[in-house]
Structures are given as structure tokens and as C-alpha cells.
């Protein structure tokens, strides 16, 4: 059985990140109000559903920015949540 990966999002224009006056930094910077604020604005987003999709799928490529207004660490604690699990066998 082979898994299918999430695509990278299509972005439209209309996502938060992808606006003229959005501030870039945000999803990529240390500071914790810059992360905040990415994260706010990601709830509010159209794309915000295939865009953790692919961040989830692609943890090396999605590194330690927000994307889906999710952190790292949050990303991998529904990646292991979703995860499934192969039954033991029994002897």
C-alpha cells in the first residue's frame, strides 16, 4: 500500500500570507507576537485546510514556519494523532 501525498497548496491571492499588505515575516519569525499574529491570521484563511494537509505531509519542506497557523510541534502531535498504527500479530 502506498500513501498519497498532499499537493502544496493552490494559493489564490486571497489567503492572509499571500496579501499585499501582509506582513511576511510573521510565519517565519522567532518572535512570538510576529507568530501570534501569523496564527491569527491563518484562521481566517480559504486555503487553510490544504495547506495543513501539505505542511503535515511534508514536515522537512514545512520546517518551523507556521503554515495553517500551526507551529512544528503542533504539526507533529496530529501527525502522530493520525497515524495509523499496524496491529501486532498474534502468536
Known sequence: ???RLAPFPRFTGTEPCQAPDAEPDWWTSEDTNDRAAAQLSCRRCPTR???LAW?????????EVIWAGTTRS?????RR???PTTPKESK
Open 81 to 83: 494523532e493520525f497515524t
Open 49 to 51: 485546510e490544504a495547506c
Open 55 to 63: 505542511a503535515i505531509d511534508h514536515p522537512t519542506d514545512a520546517g
Open 1 to 3: 500500500m502506498s500513501a
Open 74 to 78: 503542533r504539526r507533529s502531535e496530529l
